[in-house]
Structure formats: structure tokens, C-alpha cells
Nanobody, 123 residues
Framework: QVQLVESGGGLVQAGDSLRLSCAVSGRTFSINTVSWFRQPPGKEREFVAGVGWSSGTTSYGDFVKGRFTISRDNAKNTIELQMNSLKHEDTARYYC????????????????WGQGTQVSVSS
């Protein structure tokens, strides 16, 4: 089993930056991709960014537009999401998820999810 624990959320103002962290442990050899998703209030969960566990290849949701950067810290076994120029519409609960097989774009293909961390951006 893989375990994921998110941290780093909080309340910030529009234009501020925030860094989320996802601690990954367990059977990490089985992981293909680790991604961040978010779920705004009353909306469906959407893909934010993902990174290939072995390849390091990154992908981003269209709305990111260069504001967010996903990275892997090999020493700490964490997946980081640096979020800059935050907007009110970035307010959501952010989840870390791991994928063994399937399509990285679809949340239903992911095997393991963390409990999420809340990001609130005041306008």
C-alpha cells in the first residue's frame, strides 16, 4: 500500500504564494504517477499537476498557465506544488493522489488519495 499525507494549505491573499507538500510512503516502487487534484466548493475534482514517479515528466492543468510548479524531492520522498500568483478561484481542497496504471488525467484511475489540504485565497 501507498500512503499519502498532504500539508501546507492555508488562508492567503490574492497574489500570494503557497507551497503544498505530499509525503509519499509505503510501496512506492509500484507508483507510476503522483498528481495534485483540487475540488472547489460545489464543483468536481480537477487535475492540477502531475509528475512521473520515475521519469520526472510533468503535466499541468490548462488553468495553471505557468503559475504552479510540481516537483519531487527525492531526499524527502515528497511531491511539492509551488503555487504563485494565487487567485480567489484557486480556493479549493487540494488532494495528492498516486497512480499505478491508467490515464493520469482521470481521477477515477488513481489508487490512493490523501485526505487533502484546504487552500483559501481571499480576493
Amino acid at each position: 500500500q501507498v500512503q499519502l499525507v498532504e500539508s501546507g494549505g492555508g488562508l492567503v491573499q490574492a497574489g500570494d504564494s503557497l507551497r503544498l507538500s505530499c509525503a509519499v510512503s509505503g510501496r512506492t516502487f509500484s507508483i507510476n504517477t503522483v498528481s495534485w487534484f483540487r475540488q472547489p466548493p460545489g464543483k468536481e475534482r480537477e487535475f492540477v499537476a502531475g509528475v512521473g514517479w520515475s521519469s520526472g515528466t510533468t503535466s499541468y492543468g490548462d488553468f495553471v498557465k505557468g503559475r504552479f510548479t510540481i516537483s519531487r524531492d527525492n531526499a524527502k520522498n515528497t511531491i511539492e506544488l509551488q503555487m504563485n500568483s494565487l487567485k480567489h478561484e484557486d480556493t479549493a481542497r487540494y488532494y495528492c493522489a498516486s497512480l499505478r496504471v491508467g490515464d493520469w488525467r482521470f481521477p477515477e484511475d488513481y489508487d490512493t488519495w490523501g485526505q487533502g489540504t484546504q487552500v483559501s485565497v481571499s480576493s
